[in-house]
């Protein structure tokens, strides 16, 4: 009998990701907090989650939501103390549950004090840490790159007559990668944490941090439209994705090695075929390049299908692969596909081969909030205000129960919250067998319950749009997921094969403890898991 093989926990468990904003105010100034989180671990662990992922939490000016660092070694008075984040940790890893922390090692604030030295004087030591150059003959910027949030990516100091690179906010200057002094900082940096017990990291803009060494202009995209972000006007082929990247990710991950049983996540948006790079030489590259397909396509069962085939044949072998159908950065899930196909979403998510990443409150069916313009405070929709490109409608307030501000604070939150919380939130759902969060639960449960489904091989199954179908095999379990992409009733009309068995999870309960065989009819917006007979 061959031997079973050993799967860790970010292989077999489920990944949530708080932004801690949003999550739960402990002190009722509007935030949340790392108080707040804790009070809130024993819902996690009752909805299933194995590992949570919290958004930066580190002293920084907030220009881009703490993702502009001015101590990576510290936390934001905003969310606690150091005291709290180990209180944190230590009532995580009671509940037998994982803590992921951010690492943005990409740019710092300009605030940190490594910057404020670099930008001091052109020969001070740590002048070589940032990207420094000088104008062009006449004056202009070192090349065309743009930035994320708007703009030029380059930004011009009076004092030492030089720009530095940004490829985020001008508060955001990107550390110079291809300088060893820092490389070994961030190296430390990581040890700092994970000698603290922190379980891993979610790795920010992987892919952004080296640049080509020429600075080369980036080609024009021929494809922008004025409706897209100014940063598409060009194609990032020389600021992004560079092929020494992978000699740091590999430096990076020497540093996870040195620990047990630690997890690496690198935030990567690129094609699968440049994704997969990512795991390295013999794997030994970032654990988890995320995959942003489902975040990315269009919501169509063909290109969906291909994109997932693509990407388990590209798969190095023994990487393991991941989903992720909605973060900080992106509009919700629900928002996307419509409320009636949420919960196809949800278990296409959770039954396809690999790690899932669930973004808070998608488990409940939260939409969008619409934000009044005076009320915007994401940067990315500050400087493109036309362009309706603000990333605060998905960041909103998790919604907990029916009394005011949803739970979430007794102050004024952050960011306003939907005119439906007092029915849409986690007391009302809890208790409502249909609701999204009764599914969620009952889907997590399974999967978690049966190895097919979180550790199981992958088949795919042929089905002609709307539907999407594949197998999940472990041993002599084998279950068949069939989801309905469209509004409309399908008939399931398996080639070459007849398939029999029963439905153990359903979106519609009432499809539950069925036997199907041979051709069958799925309602619009179904989903099924069926337990195939043997």
């Known amino acids: 009998m061959a031997q079973q093989q050993h799967y860790l926990w970010w292989q077999s468990g489920i990944v949530y990701q708080i932004y801690p904003r949003s999550f739960q105010d402990s002190n009722n100034d509007g935030v949340g907090d ?49 005291d709290d984040f180990d209180r944190l940790l230590k009532e995580v890893h009671a509940r037998d549950m994982k803590l992921i922390l951010d690492l943005v090692p990409n740019h710092t604030s300009n605030e940190h004090p490594w910057f404020l030295e670099s930008r001091s004087s052109r020969d001070n030591p740590k002048r070589d840490w940032y990207i420094w150059e000088d104008p062009n003959k006449d004056g202009s910027e070192p090349n065309n790159w743009m930035a994320v949030f708007g703009g030029t990516a380059w930004e011009w100091d009076e004092k030492t007559e030089q720009y530095y690179y940004h490829a985020f906010l001008k508060e955001q200057p990107d550390l110079n990668w291809r300088n060893p002094e820092v490389q070994k900082a961030m190296f430390d940096v990581m040890r700092f944490w994970l000698d603290k017990g922190v379980d891993g990291f979610r790795v920010d803009v992987m892919w952004h941090m080296i640049k080509d060494k020429q600075l080369r202009d980036n080609p024009p995209n021929p494809d922008y439209n004025e409706s897209q972000s100014t940063y598409q006007k060009v194609i990032p082929a020389f600021s992004t994705d560079q092929p020494e990247v992978h000699e740091i990710v590999a430096m990076m991950r020497d540093v996870m090695d040195e620990y047990d049983e630690r997890v690496m996540i690198g935030e990567i948006y690129l094609p699968i075929h440049q994704l997969v790079s990512y795991y390295g030489i013999n794997n030994q590259g970032t654990h988890l390049p995320f995959n942003f397909i489902l975040i990315t396509l269009d919501w169509d069962a063909g290109i969906i299908k291909s994109h997932i085939d693509e990407y388990e044949g590209a798969l190095p072998q023994g990487g393991w692969p991941n989903w992720v159908i909605g973060n900080h950065d992106k509009p919700r899930i629900t928002s996307r596909v ?33 934000i009044p313009p005076d009320q915007i405070q994401d940067p990315q929709g500050l400087n493109m205000p036309e362009k309706d490109l603000s990333r605060d409608p998905a960041r909103t307030p998790m919604q907990w129960d029916k009394t005011k501000n949803a739970g979430f604070t007794e102050g004024e939150p952050w960011l306003p919250l939907p005119a439906n919380f007092k029915r849409m939130n986690v007391e009302v759902q809890r208790n409502e067998p249909y609701s999204m969060l009764t599914f969620y639960h009952r889907l997590i449960e399974l999967r978690q319950k049966e190895q097919a489904l979180h550790v199981g091989s992958y088949l795919p199954v042929t089905a002609k749009p709307p539907l999407l179908a594949y197998i999940r095999e472990h041993e002599n379990r084998r279950f068949l997921i069939i989801l309905n992409l469209s509004h409309k009733p399908c008939v399931f009309r398996p080639e070459h094969q007849t398939y029999s068995g029963t439905v153990v999870l359903a979106t519609d309960p009432e499809r539950e403890n069925s036997n199907l065989k041979g051709n069958f009819s799925l309602s619009g917006d179904e989903g099924l898991v069926m337990r195939l007979d043997q």
Do not use: N
């Not at 989180?37 to 909805?47: H, V």
């Not at 009636?340 to 808070?360: D, E, F, I, W």
């Open 338 to 370: 419509g409320d009636s196909q949420a919960k196809v979403a949800g278990m296409l998510l959770l039954t396809l081969r690999g790690t899932p990443t669930m973004y808070y409150g998608d488990e409940l069916g939260m939409r969008d909030v619409p």
């Open 34 to 82: 790392l108080e707040g989180i804790i009070s809130r671990l024993d819902y996690l662990k009752w909805l299933g989650i194995t590992a949570v992922w919290v958004s930066p939490i580190y002293p920084s000016p907030m220009a881009d939501f703490g993702y502009d660092i001015s101590d990576y070694c510290g936390i934001h008075p905003l969310f606690g103390t150091m």
